[in-house]
């Protein structure tokens, strides 16, 4: 006790010295008390013919505007033999492409989206861009998307709840289907709580009603096409115009016709997988933006053999529709992309 008490004398000074002072805090600036404005995401792609400067007059915009980059990704392929040294040629700015994908934070007070097109745009001009997009996913409006699908449900079910959720940056505003669904059914139920149109197109040999979808998808950005199992013709997808996106099994081209996933469990497989491409006029063979795999193994049965190819089409189709609208995929020569 004693030593307690010749401490606290000893220290009695400093303590109340301590305890007299002030804990107001110094008055600051009105500037500095300003709230911040809250920053933006952007998302650019820039396609255009290699030269040197084009990362740097992109990122000068950007940092000329207050921007912050956070990611860059560019891509400028090899010379391929004689297809583009013909190519560059008939002009010697047109050697390689250069494929350019940014993601950048920005404050949109000092730099208004009007003005960030302009800007862009005058870049594009200035290096001859095949494409320049910018987009800005909280300014501009979400993607609107129609779904195809037929009497298999997975894929579909799946976009719908992904759509419900905001997992993807897209408005479903249709669901057209060749097959008739029970209005108590799951997907109708769905449909009609979400108040998103059904639209039953049967189709048959000879009329595909190719006229009335294309009334239906007429103001869609692109489609999806969540298993359906039936052909668009040359002249749909002329006439549509835009990009169409779909989903089928890895197991083509070895297990083709009816119920190819018994095919392929009768066959012993150990590989399954899934491809999400875009539509052309040749039968799934358009250029590719995602595929998954999966193993399996004597220890399935033709019930968890089927489960596992549906999630991998499920998950494909998903990440396929997600780098498309952010703006990940580039077409590449004839029937190749790039995805960034």
């Not at 993601?103 to 005058?122: I, L, T, Y």
């Not at 150990?270 to 539509?279: M, P, R």
């Amino acid at each position: 006790m004693d030593l307690l008490r010749r401490a606290s004398i000893r220290y009695s000074p400093q303590l109340n010295k301590f305890a007299k002072r002030s804990f107001t805090h110094p008055k600051l600036p009105s500037d500095r008390l300003t709230a911040p404005s809250a920053l933006l995401h952007g998302i650019h792609v820039f396609h255009c013919p290699d030269e040197v400067g084009i990362v740097a007059k992109l990122s000068e915009c950007i940092a000329s505007k207050g921007g912050n980059i956070l990611n860059a990704d560019v891509f400028v392929p090899e010379k391929e033999n004689v297809f583009y040294c013909r190519r560059c040629m008939d002009c010697v700015h047109m050697s390689n492409p250069c494929y350019n994908f940014s993601e950048f934070v920005f404050d949109p007070a000092k730099w208004p989206r009007d003005q960030m097109d302009d800007d862009f745009s005058k870049l594009g001009k200035m290096f001859n861009a095949m494409r320049s997009v910018v987009r800005v996913p909280n300014l501009d409006p979400k993607y609107k998307i129609a779904v195809l699908a037929s009497k298999q449900d997975h894929c579909l079910v799946d976009l719908l709840h992904a759509w419900q959720d905001s997992k993807l940056p897209v408005d479903i505003i249709a669901v057209i289907s060749n097959h008739d669904r029970c209005a108590n059914s799951h997907v109708m139920r769905f449909l009609e709580r979400h108040e998103v149109p059904y639209h039953y197109l049967n189709t048959t040999i000879d009329d595909k009603n190719e006229g009335d979808i294309l009334n239906v998808v007429k103001d869609t950005d692109f489609l999806v096409l969540a298993r359906y199992m039936q052909i668009l013709s040359g002249n749909f997808l002329k006439s549509y115009g835009r990009d169409i996106i779909n989903i089928h099994h890895g197991l083509l081209p070895s297990f083709k016709g009816g119920n190819p996933s018994k095919q392929a469990f009768d066959a012993g497989v150990k590989l399954i997988g899934a491809t999400s491409h875009f539509v052309t006029e040749e039968l799934d063979e358009g250029p590719i933006i995602e595929q998954m795999v999966d193993r399996v193994s004597h220890r399935d049965n033709l019930r968890s053999f089927v489960h596992k190819s549906e999630n991998l089409e499920k998950q494909c189709l998903a990440k396929a529709i997600k780098y498309y609208c952010e703006l990940r995929v580039l077409p590449y020569i004839k029937n190749k992309t790039v995805v960034f």
